[in-house]
Protein backbone atom coordinates (compact mmCIF):
# COMPACT_ATOMS: atom_id res chain seq x y z
CA UNK A 1 0.00 0.00 0.00
CA UNK A 2 1.25 3.43 -1.06
CA UNK A 3 2.38 6.55 1.17
CA UNK A 4 0.33 9.45 0.11
CA UNK A 5 2.42 12.22 1.17
CA UNK A 6 0.67 13.38 4.30
CA UNK A 7 1.54 10.11 5.78
CA UNK A 8 5.43 10.75 5.10
CA UNK A 9 5.05 13.67 6.44
CA UNK A 10 3.49 12.16 9.51
CA UNK A 11 6.40 9.83 9.69
CA UNK A 12 9.03 11.98 9.15
CA UNK A 13 7.52 14.14 11.95
CA UNK A 14 7.30 11.52 14.05
CA UNK A 15 10.70 10.38 13.36
CA UNK A 16 11.91 13.62 14.05
CA UNK A 17 10.36 14.23 17.25
CA UNK A 18 12.09 10.96 18.52
CA UNK A 19 15.46 11.50 17.33
CA UNK A 20 14.80 15.27 18.62
CA UNK A 21 13.87 13.41 22.42
CA UNK A 22 16.75 11.05 22.25
CA UNK A 23 18.92 14.17 21.69
CA UNK A 24 17.23 16.15 24.57
CA UNK A 25 17.85 12.61 26.83
CA UNK A 26 21.25 12.28 25.61
CA UNK A 27 21.87 15.85 26.34
CA UNK A 28 20.36 15.59 29.99
CA UNK A 29 22.55 12.88 31.08
CA UNK A 30 25.51 14.06 29.43
CA UNK A 31 24.54 17.51 31.79
CA UNK A 32 24.29 15.04 34.78
CA UNK A 33 26.65 12.95 34.40
CA UNK A 34 29.55 16.15 33.93
CA UNK A 35 27.86 18.22 37.03
CA UNK A 36 28.29 15.21 38.79
CA UNK A 37 32.06 14.95 37.78
CA UNK A 38 32.31 18.64 38.72
CA UNK A 39 30.71 18.38 41.95
CA UNK A 40 33.06 15.11 42.65
CA UNK A 41 36.27 16.76 41.22
CA UNK A 42 35.49 20.02 43.15
CA UNK A 43 34.52 18.15 46.57
CA UNK A 44 38.21 16.68 45.70
CA UNK A 45 40.36 19.98 45.41
CA UNK A 46 37.83 21.76 48.40
CA UNK A 47 39.33 18.55 50.87
CA UNK A 48 42.44 18.73 49.47
CA UNK A 49 42.82 22.45 49.96
CA UNK A 50 41.19 21.92 53.13
CA UNK A 51 43.88 19.77 53.95
CA UNK A 52 46.41 21.70 52.90
CA UNK A 53 45.04 24.36 55.17
CA UNK A 54 44.72 22.36 58.49
CA UNK A 55 48.10 20.79 57.68
CA UNK A 56 49.87 24.47 57.24
CA UNK A 57 48.00 26.03 60.37
CA UNK A 58 48.90 22.81 62.68
CA UNK A 59 52.95 23.33 61.09
CA UNK A 60 52.42 27.08 61.90
CA UNK A 61 50.70 26.17 65.62
CA UNK A 62 54.07 23.80 66.25
CA UNK A 63 56.15 26.29 65.19
CA UNK A 64 55.02 29.68 67.24
CA UNK A 65 54.55 27.03 70.19
CA UNK A 66 58.49 25.90 69.74
CA UNK A 67 59.28 29.91 69.17
CA UNK A 68 57.53 30.00 72.72
CA UNK A 69 59.46 27.39 74.16
CA UNK A 70 62.85 28.82 72.65
CA UNK A 71 61.84 32.83 73.84
CA UNK A 72 60.98 31.22 77.50
CA UNK A 73 63.78 28.89 77.95
CA UNK A 74 66.13 31.99 76.72
CA UNK A 75 64.58 34.30 78.98
CA UNK A 76 64.58 32.10 82.03
CA UNK A 77 68.48 31.33 81.07
CA UNK A 78 69.29 35.18 81.10
CA UNK A 79 67.45 35.86 84.57
CA UNK A 80 69.46 32.78 85.91
CA UNK A 81 72.54 34.57 84.17
CA UNK A 82 71.50 37.89 85.61
CA UNK A 83 70.75 36.34 89.20
CA UNK A 84 74.53 34.61 89.41
CA UNK A 85 76.23 37.56 88.27
CA UNK A 86 74.32 39.67 91.30
CA UNK A 87 75.59 36.82 93.55
CA UNK A 88 78.89 36.57 92.29
CA UNK A 89 78.75 40.21 92.61
CA UNK A 90 77.54 40.35 96.26
CA UNK A 91 80.44 37.65 97.24
CA UNK A 92 83.43 39.91 95.75
CA UNK A 93 82.18 42.61 97.44
CA UNK A 94 82.27 40.35 101.01
CA UNK A 95 85.91 39.77 99.53
CA UNK A 96 86.54 43.45 99.25
CA UNK A 97 85.33 43.85 103.19
CA UNK A 98 87.41 41.39 103.92
CA UNK A 99 90.66 42.84 102.28
CA UNK A 100 89.50 46.37 103.80
CA UNK A 101 89.33 44.35 107.55
CA UNK A 102 92.36 42.89 107.08
CA UNK A 103 93.97 46.28 105.46
CA UNK A 104 92.55 47.49 109.11
CA UNK A 105 93.99 44.73 111.26
CA UNK A 106 97.94 45.23 110.30
CA UNK A 107 97.55 48.69 111.57
CA UNK A 108 97.96 47.20 115.13
CA UNK A 109 101.32 45.81 115.25
CA UNK A 110 100.39 43.68 118.39
CA UNK A 111 97.79 41.55 116.31
CA UNK A 112 99.74 41.51 112.93
CA UNK A 113 103.28 40.42 115.01
CA UNK A 114 101.36 37.31 116.13
CA UNK A 115 99.72 36.98 113.03
CA UNK A 116 103.05 37.07 111.52
CA UNK A 117 104.83 34.58 113.43
CA UNK A 118 102.24 32.16 112.20
CA UNK A 119 102.32 33.16 108.76
CA UNK A 120 105.81 32.63 109.09
CA UNK A 121 106.59 29.37 111.18
CA UNK A 122 103.80 27.96 109.15
CA UNK A 123 105.59 28.72 105.61
CA UNK A 124 108.70 27.53 106.90
CA UNK A 125 107.65 23.97 108.41
CA UNK A 126 105.81 23.67 104.73
CA UNK A 127 108.99 24.27 102.44
CA UNK A 128 111.14 22.58 104.77
CA UNK A 129 114.43 23.05 102.74
CA UNK A 130 117.67 23.40 104.57
CA UNK A 131 118.09 27.36 103.48
CA UNK A 132 115.30 29.25 102.87
CA UNK A 133 114.34 33.20 102.06
CA UNK A 134 111.98 34.92 103.23
CA UNK A 135 110.13 37.75 101.16
CA UNK A 136 107.54 40.86 102.97
CA UNK A 137 106.70 44.24 102.95
CA UNK A 138 109.40 46.65 103.05
CA UNK A 139 107.31 47.96 106.35
CA UNK A 140 107.06 44.67 107.03
CA UNK A 141 111.28 44.00 107.60
CA UNK A 142 111.52 44.52 111.34
CA UNK A 143 108.42 42.06 112.40
CA UNK A 144 109.10 39.54 109.46
CA UNK A 145 112.78 39.72 111.62
CA UNK A 146 111.44 39.03 114.89
CA UNK A 147 108.80 37.10 113.56
CA UNK A 148 111.32 34.56 111.62
CA UNK A 149 113.86 34.45 114.97
CA UNK A 150 110.57 33.11 116.62
CA UNK A 151 110.10 30.85 114.51
CA UNK A 152 113.72 29.00 113.95
CA UNK A 153 113.74 27.54 117.35
CA UNK A 154 109.86 25.77 116.77
CA UNK A 155 111.06 24.74 113.43
CA UNK A 156 114.04 23.34 115.05
CA UNK A 157 111.62 21.39 117.85
CA UNK A 158 108.96 20.40 114.81
CA UNK A 159 111.64 19.35 112.00
CA UNK A 160 114.11 17.96 113.45
CA UNK A 161 116.28 19.91 111.33
CA UNK A 162 119.22 22.98 111.51
CA UNK A 163 117.89 25.84 109.03
CA UNK A 164 119.39 28.88 107.71
CA UNK A 165 117.04 31.79 107.00
CA UNK A 166 117.29 34.59 104.34
CA UNK A 167 115.11 37.85 104.78
CA UNK A 168 115.37 39.67 101.35
CA UNK A 169 116.72 42.72 101.47
CA UNK A 170 116.58 43.72 97.60
CA UNK A 171 113.13 42.19 96.90
CA UNK A 172 109.99 42.96 98.50
CA UNK A 173 106.17 42.13 98.27
CA UNK A 174 104.40 45.38 97.04
CA UNK A 175 104.44 48.04 99.76
CA UNK A 176 100.30 48.46 98.92
CA UNK A 177 99.54 44.37 99.48
CA UNK A 178 97.77 43.41 102.72
CA UNK A 179 100.97 42.10 103.99
CA UNK A 180 102.41 38.48 105.10
CA UNK A 181 105.20 36.21 103.34
CA UNK A 182 106.42 34.59 100.74
CA UNK A 183 109.16 31.92 101.75
CA UNK A 184 111.30 30.67 99.04
CA UNK A 185 114.06 27.87 98.28
CA UNK A 186 117.38 29.08 98.17
CA UNK A 187 117.50 28.26 94.47
CA UNK A 188 114.01 30.19 94.69
CA UNK A 189 112.63 27.35 92.28
CA UNK A 190 109.98 26.53 95.18
CA UNK A 191 107.99 29.39 96.73
CA UNK A 192 105.35 28.92 99.77
CA UNK A 193 103.05 31.86 99.42
CA UNK A 194 101.73 33.10 102.88
CA UNK A 195 100.60 36.21 102.28
CA UNK A 196 97.51 38.01 103.73
CA UNK A 197 95.76 38.23 100.15
CA UNK A 198 96.81 34.46 99.17
CA UNK A 199 95.46 33.15 102.36
CA UNK A 200 91.89 35.17 102.16
CA UNK A 201 91.85 33.53 98.35
CA UNK A 202 92.79 30.09 99.83
CA UNK A 203 89.65 30.09 102.63
CA UNK A 204 87.22 31.53 100.40
CA UNK A 205 87.62 28.78 97.67
CA UNK A 206 87.90 26.45 100.51
CA UNK A 207 84.88 28.18 102.08
CA UNK A 208 82.90 28.97 98.97
CA UNK A 209 80.20 26.23 99.16
CA UNK A 210 79.16 27.41 102.43
CA UNK A 211 79.58 31.00 102.00
CA UNK A 212 77.02 30.25 99.13
CA UNK A 213 74.46 27.94 101.42
CA UNK A 214 74.87 30.94 103.87
CA UNK A 215 73.84 33.52 101.40
CA UNK A 216 71.59 31.60 98.86
CA UNK A 217 69.99 28.59 100.79
CA UNK A 218 71.00 24.65 100.26
CA UNK A 219 70.99 24.38 95.89
CA UNK A 220 68.87 21.71 95.59
CA UNK A 221 70.17 20.97 92.40
CA UNK A 222 73.47 19.78 94.05
CA UNK A 223 73.75 16.89 97.05
CA UNK A 224 76.50 17.07 99.34
CA UNK A 225 77.47 13.96 100.87
CA UNK A 226 79.03 14.39 104.49
Do not use: W
Not at 121 to 128: D, K, P, S, T, W
Amino acid sequence: MALNDNDVQKQIKHMMAFIEQEANEKAEEIDAKSEEEFNIEKGHLVQTQRLKIMDYYEKKEKQIEQQKKIQLSTLRNQARLKVLAARDDLISELLEEAKMRLSRMVVDLKVYQELLDKLVLQALLRLLEPVMIVRCRPQDSLLVDAAVQKAIPDYVMVSQKQVEIKIDQETFLPASSLGGVEVYSNNQKIKVSNTLESRLEFLSEQKMPEIRRCLFGANPNRKFFV
